[in-house]
T-cell receptor
Framework: GENVEQHPSTLSVQEGDSAVIKCTYS??????FPWYKQELGKRPQLIID?????GEKKDQRIAVTLNKTAKHFSLHITETQPEDSAVYFC????????????????FGTGTQLKVEL | SAVISQKPSRDICQRGTSLTIQCQVD?????MFWYRQQPGQSLTLIAT?????????ESGFVIDKFPISRPNLTFSTLTVSNMSPEDSSIYLC???????????FGSGTRLTVV
């Protein structure tokens, strides 16, 4: 099955700096890569995603890059703000077909981002 | 985007008892999922709730422990049976959004087993 590794586990940056979180996946058949932000006590919120036919996607201060050959993808947050402080999860979607159990989203272990004033 | 209502939001249960968690979506969705998030950990898929047929369980999760119902395209339940303290976790319902717009989560059920 799919295995997703995420680094770093904790990341502390100064307000206004950039933050980068990296993930690798094991199954080259994975074709969809979302990123979630989870604030303490709340549900994971989808912040950006990328599909395997795209190399980069940007939404204001957030961008995601995908390198299919190397099987890794990264989240980039620019001009960080205190409200960016949260746990961020990457994930990879494997389409296994109906007889294989259907779609499965496998999550990374999470990155605790702290933006300091 | 679909609105997911999950209840209860939290519960404290005695070991050996069972708890049923409900997930209601405000629109019809094809795919519904149940996840477990242990304290300070990542999310792990328990099973896919299939409408009109038995759920598809992931390795390490069995129907006797986590029976799931999916009577229609907007509703599902997850039961945590014969609970032990190791079952203390957050349980989250998730749905696949129409139009390939990704996956969203309910607000979760924080379960504590004593």
């Amino acid at each position: 099955g799919e295995n997703v590794e995420q680094h770093p586990s904790t990341l502390s940056v100064q307000e206004g700096d950039s933050a980068v979180i990296k993930c690798t996946y094991s199954d080259s058949a994975s074709n969809y890569f979302p990123w979630y932000k989870q604030e303490l006590g709340k549900r994971p919120q989808l912040i950006i995603d990328i599909r395997s036919n795209v190399g980069e996607k940007k939404d204001q201060r957030i961008a995601v890059t995908l390198n299919k050959t190397a099987k890794h993808f990264s989240l980039h947050i620019t001009e960080t703000q205190p409200e960016d402080s949260a746990v961020y999860f990457c994930a990879a979607l494997l389409s296994r077909g109906l007889t294989g159990g259907g779609n499965k989203l496998t999550f990374g272990t999470g990155t605790q981002l702290k933006v300091e004033l | 985007s679909a609105v997911i209502s999950q209840k209860p939001s939290r519960d404290i249960c005695q070991r050996g008892t069972s708890l049923t968690i409900q997930c209601q979506v405000d629109s019809q969705v094809t795919m519904m999922f149940w996840y477990r998030q242990q304290p300070g950990q990542s999310l792990t898929l328990i099973a896919t709730a299939n409408q009109g047929s038995e759920a598809t369980y992931e390795s390490g999760f069995v129907i006797d422990k986590f029976p799931i119902s999916r009577p229609n395209l907007t509703f599902s339940t997850l039961t945590v049976s014969n609970m032990s303290p190791e079952d203390s976790s957050i349980y989250l319902c998730s749905v696949e959004l129409q139009g390939a717009r990704g996956y969203t989560f309910g607000s979760g059920t924080r379960l504590t087993v004593v």
